[in-house]
């Protein structure tokens, strides 16, 4: 399978500061990637997507100014939390689809995990 | 947006016991995936299934896209088979809220 990876794994920072995390695809191109938002005992929620040379465009709820996106290349994308608050503490996890044709099969990964004091 | 619903939300099985996780999605899909989240959050690929049946070593996955309907077989459960299962569809993945799987040895 397609590798995934993000860093970092895990951060702790105070409320007001930035965080920024990273999301790569190792061994294939992405130029579209999702970045997802899953709280203790929860499902995974879809945050935004991620579009190389281009906007990300954020689901209904999602504050654009908090969570700032930027797809550097074919193979990273950055998620930066702006003025982290507590309520801000989660787990983030990325993800990139390896197109072929029809087949558009999602790669995850490993996720952060982000505590703000 | 599509709704996804899994069944049942917790399951406790005796290590060796089979079991099926079945996943409702609300319109047609064109893409589905099952994952499994380990312990430590990681999600690792099961299946890309958006019809038709798969079968890899004691999992297997059977989607039924016309019915809206993918089900998970999970044979010989062992302890490292525990975790949340999740099914998710679509380009834009929609999750379903997952099925906490504990096998006991």
């Known amino acids: 399978g397609a590798v995934v990876s993000q860093h970092p794994s895990w951060v702790i920072c105070k409320s007001g500061t930035s965080v920024k995390i990273e999301c790569r695809s190792l061994?294939?191109?992405?130029?579209?990637m999702f970045w997802y938002r899953q709280f203790p005992k929860q499902s995974l929620m879809l945050m935004a997507t991620?579009?190389?040379?281009?906007?990300?465009?954020?689901e209904q709820g999602v504050e654009k100014d908090k969570f700032l996106i930027n797809h550097a290349s074919l193979t990273l994308s950055t998620l930066t939390v702006t003025s982290a608050h507590p309520e801000d503490s989660s787990f983030y996890i990325c993800?990139?689809?390896?197109?072929?044709?029809?087949?558009?099969?999602?790669?995850f990964g490993p996720g952060t995990r982000l505590t703000v004091l | 947006g599509i709704q996804v619903e899994q069944s049942p939300p917790d399951l406790i099985l005796q290590e060796g016991a089979n079991s099926t996780l079945r996943c409702n999605f609300s319109d047609s899909v064109n893409n589905l995936q099952w994952f499994h989240q380990n312990p430590w959050g990681q999600l690792i690929n099961l299946f890309y299934?958006?019809?038709g049946t798969k079968q890899n070593g004691r999992l297997s996955a059977t989607t039924v896209a016309t019915e809206r309907y993918s089900l998970l077989y999970i044979s010989s459960s062992q302890t490292t088979d525990s975790g949340v299962y999740f099914c998710?569809?679509?380009?834009?993945?929609?999750f379903g809220a997952g099925t906490t799987v504990t096998v006991r040895a």
């Open positions: 993800s990139a689809p390896r197109l072929g044709g029809a087949y558009n099969e999602q790669f």
């Open positions: 299934i958006p019809s």
């Open positions: 998710a569809v679509d380009y834009k993945l929609s």
């Open positions: 061994d294939f191109q992405a130029t579209t």
């Open positions: 991620s579009n190389e040379g281009s906007k990300a465009t954020y």
